[in-house]
T-cell receptor, first 113, second 111 residues
């Protein structure tokens, strides 16, 4: 079945470091791909998305490119801040199929000042 | 605009008691999802509705759990009787299709 695999955390970085959180997916077809972020004590919120191959989603300095050939959607940021400390979830969705988003297990990110 | 509204934000109860969690989705969103989040199991989909009709309840852990959506603006998740292993944060989310909008969650502690 369809699934999402993302790197296990926690990931600990110093402020201004470069961030990569890996995400790969298994799916029959071409889903839409998402990154959600969950700040402490809050619900998940959409960070960025891409709906077709080679699309790049970006928001708040974060980027991810939909790579069909490697079935990946890695999240990157050039210079992280303490305020980026959160849990990040990769997810996929087939629009107009079952409308059920499939989430990865989440990656906890700690940024040290 | 108001987002997804959940209540209560925190609930502490004793084992065996009935717990009811409530959710008001964003107006116009046809889909409503209930998730449970714990450290051990992560984020789990319990059930989701489309136009107030339950579509997939395969994630509901057992008969102690039930969910209803009597109208487009209200849903409940009920646990009866509650057990300590039900302690978790329960999230409601809604969508018109595509991006999910989450509530802030209801943190349940069963003693």
């Amino acid at each position: 079945g369809d699934s999402v695999t993302q790197m296990e955390g926690p990931v600990t970085l110093s402020e201004e470091a470069f961030l990569t959180i890996n995400c790969t997916y298994t799916a029959t077809g071409y889903p839409s791909l998402f990154w959600y972020v969950q700040y402490p004590g809050e619900g998940l919120q959409l960070l960025l998305k891409a709906t077709k191959a080679d699309d790049k989603g970006s928001n708040k300095g974060f980027e991810a490119t939909y790579r069909k050939e490697t079935t990946s959607f890695h999240l990157e940021k050039g210079s992280v801040q303490v305020s980026d400390s959160a849990v990040y979830f990769c997810a996929l969705l087939f629009m107009n199929r079952d409308d059920k988003i499939i989430f990865g297990k989440g990656t906890r990110l700690h940024i040290l000042p | 605009d108001a987002g997804v509204i959940q209540s209560p934000r925190h609930e502490v109860t004793e084992m065996g008691q009935e717990v009811t969690l409530r959710c008001k989705p964003i107006s116009g969103h046809d889909y409503l999802f209930w998730y449970r989040q714990t450290m051990m199991r992560g984020l789990e989909l319990l059930i989701y509705f489309n136009n107030n009709v339950p579509i997939d309840d395969s994630g509901m852990p057992e008969d102690r759990f039930s969910a209803k959506m009597p109208n487009a603006s209200f849903s409940t998740l009920k646990i009866q009787p509650s057990e300590p292993r039900d302690s978790a944060v329960y999230f409601c989310a809604s969508t018109p299709g595509g991006e999910l909008f989450f509530g802030e969650g209801s943190r349940l502690t069963v003693l």
